[in-house]
């Protein structure tokens, strides 16, 4: 069992949560032990796409820290919380409203580079310490700022009207945590409660920051009460599988069915095609030369089982080792 199973986590569930449940499916269906791990933490308070690696796709786990996400969103106005979501306690509360012609105008603002503070209930560290351990504790944490890219942020078609958020305690927004609101569109200057939004974002980027920044821009306050990753790197919620999914392929020893071969999660590189002697030379940490291929990042092949993630300069030399038989 080497590969991804995408998994689509439900809100309440965390990162770590769901390798445990894949660990307990292949141990329920008589599999090999195997090192499992996330490609990327997803909020207990998010649902959405959740990669796990098995056995060798483990080497590329951390890899996919650095890929795009893309998220679907809930901003409801009026209410902002500690956590910037509907676990927090009110922070602070506005009486304004924007209208669907002023989001449509500030969303340019928050579209490409942009700096964006993390918040404080976040994983970052500060002096070994997480973040959010040091504000559940009543500290005063402050996060540098930190670029990031938003490559894509939108409107998604018939959500947004609502009511204004009521924060504080867990499912506390005007709003399911699990899906957006939808209605007919709004009226010409109506007062929008909240909107659902939908983008694709760089590594690093925090959704709950984005969101508050643009309740900022309006001159109001907001949290997310709605929170959906639809997009991991190269997995997308086409390829994700539910826990009971899960559990049922687990319980008929198919899990293999619904696995993802290793190099989906490197299907954004080039692929070099290896002679055995090739590959051999690479399994046994030798560098090729003599080769002409683009440099950079590239997937080394024999046949159809990978070999290698390799850096191609002036030299071909293995990044990450696949320990993969030949079939």
């Not at 796709?57 to 809930?74: E, H, P, Q, V």
């Not at 070099?272 to 030369?289: F, I, N, V, W, Y």
Request: proline share 7%; charged share 20%; net charge neutral.
């Amino acid at each position: 069992m080497h590969g991804w199973l995408v998994l689509d986590k439900p809100v309440g569930l965390g990162s770590t949560q769901a390798v445990s449940a894949v660990k307990r499916a292949l141990r329920v269906g008589g599999y090999a032990k195997a090192r499992v791990g996330h490609g990327g933490t997803l909020d207990p308070l998010a649902s959405g796409v959740l990669p796990i690696a098995i056995g060798e796709a483990t080497k590329l786990a951390g890899r996919m820290l650095d890929a795009d996400k893309a998220y679907d969103f809930t901003l409801s106005f009026g209410v902002e919380t500690t956590t910037l979501d509907a676990e927090g306690a009110v922070a602070a509360e506005s009486p304004v409203r924007p209208t669907l012609a002023q989001i449509i105008a500030v969303l340019p603002r928050f579209t490409g580079p942009i700096a964006q503070t993390p918040p404080a209930f976040s994983a970052l560290k500060i002096d070994g310490k997480r973040a959010y351990d040091l504000a559940r504790a009543g500290e005063e944490v402050v996060l540098a700022s930190r670029d990031v890219t938003i490559h894509s942020l939108c409107i998604l078609p018939g959500t947004g009207r609502g009511t204004a958020g009521e924060a504080g305690g867990r499912g506390g927004g005007a709003l399911p945590l699990h899906q957006p609101a939808a209605g007919p569109p709004p009226r010409a200057g109506e007062e929008m409660g909240q909107i659902t939004l939908s983008a694709r974002v760089s590594k690093g980027t925090y959704i709950r920051s984005l969101a508050r920044d643009i309740a900022y821009a309006l001159g109001t306050v907001g949290h997310v009460t709605m929170l959906r990753r639809t997009k991991a790197g190269p997995f997308t919620l086409e390829s994700a599988i539910s826990l009971d999914i899960l559990d049922e392929a687990a319980r008929d020893a198919r899990l293999q069915e619904l696995l993802l071969p290793l190099q989906v999660g490197l299907v954004d590189i080039p692929v070099l095609c290896l002679t055995p002697d090739q590959a051999t030379a690479l399994r046994q940490g030798r560098r090729l030369t003599g080769y002409a291929v683009p440099p950079g990042p590239t997937l080394a092949m024999l046949g159809e089982t990978p070999v290698a993630l390799v850096d191609v300069g002036d030299e071909i030399k293995v990044v990450r080792g696949f320990n993969l038989m030949s079939e």
